[in-house]
């Protein structure tokens, strides 16, 4: 059995995957796999398929180091992006899998949404390359584990009740007298 970061909360309207020593680059897929969080199955799908087409970008928020800068990244207020091909194709698989787990459990597809993503560094890929003058450096890859989960979208979320308020800072409290056109 595949050990997983965490469960999801109800298994019954849930399902999985998971893809482990992936040859990608964990930043890139970091990246992407973050942008789908919280979209529903169609909608991450049509979202990865135009980054494929370069029709929107995938918005770098963590690893920005010699990241360029993109108009599409408007979209996702930051001004970071980037097509990261390779991991968007790597994305899609993965959910094509939990996809198919989600029709065997009888899911509703559309009802779906992306509720945990998790990429994790995996073992590094080790290779040499060979220099000048009779030396060798190592060459390695940076590989990934990604793990994701769609849950059911619910449809009936309970009205929060009246905000009370907390206690409040000698600051705060010094204004709300005021506001009120108390004095000291």
Partial sequence: MVKYSQEPAVSENSCKARGDDLRVHFKNT??????????????A???????LEHKQCVPFRRYVHSIGRCAQAKHWKVTLGKWPEKSCKFVLNILANAES???AK???????????VAVQK???????????HGRINAYKASNCHVEL???TRDSNVPKPQEKTEGKLTKKQAAKKRLALGGGH
């Fill in 30 to 43: 970091f990246e992407t796999a973050n942008a789908i969080k919280g979209m529903s199955v169609p909608k």
């Fill in 45 to 51: 799908r049509i979202f990865l398929e135009d980054v």
């Fill in 101 to 103: 787990t989600a029709r």
């Fill in 106 to 116: 009888d899911l509703d597809l559309d009802n779906l949404i992306v509720s945990h």
């Fill in 122 to 132: 995996a073992q590094k890929g080790r290779r040499r390359t060979y220099r000048a």
């Fill in 149 to 151: 989960f769609l849950t």
